[in-house]
């Protein structure tokens, strides 16, 4: 399926794909019929005039049943403010059980 994302910042991504072919081959003769193509294949490179005929069908893309499907962005990551560390304390004697003097690196 041709799948054309579409958006812009802060918008959700639109998704557009072109499925089935829907062109009525027989309304001249007051019937009904498709040709059974599932699906567009562009025939040509994007920016030029066959990039609108399907490859299978040899239809337009306006044949083809349009399907847009949103895709929601994911909210902006949220800030956290850096991690500050207290400053050391010096005491001017030192205890032998004081065991926070090596987990602070002071």
């Known amino acids: 399926m ?31 019929a498709v040709d059974g193509c599932g699906e567009f294949t562009p025939t040509g490179e994007d920016g030029t005039p066959r990039e609108f005929l399907c ?18 962005q994911p909210p902006p990551p949220r800030r956290r403010a850096p991690r500050v560390d207290p400053p050391c304390q010096s005491s001017s004697s030192f205890s032998s059980s004081s065991t926070n003097t090596t987990a602070a690196g002071c």
Do not use: K
């Open 55 to 72: 490859a299978a069908c040899n239809c337009h893309r306006n044949f083809h049943q349009r399907i847009d499907m949103e895709i929601p």
């Open 2 to 32: 041709a799948a054309q994302p579409r958006g812009g910042r802060g918008r959700p991504v639109i998704l557009v794909m072109y499925t089935v072919c829907l062109r009525n081959h027989a309304a001249a003769l007051g019937g009904y």
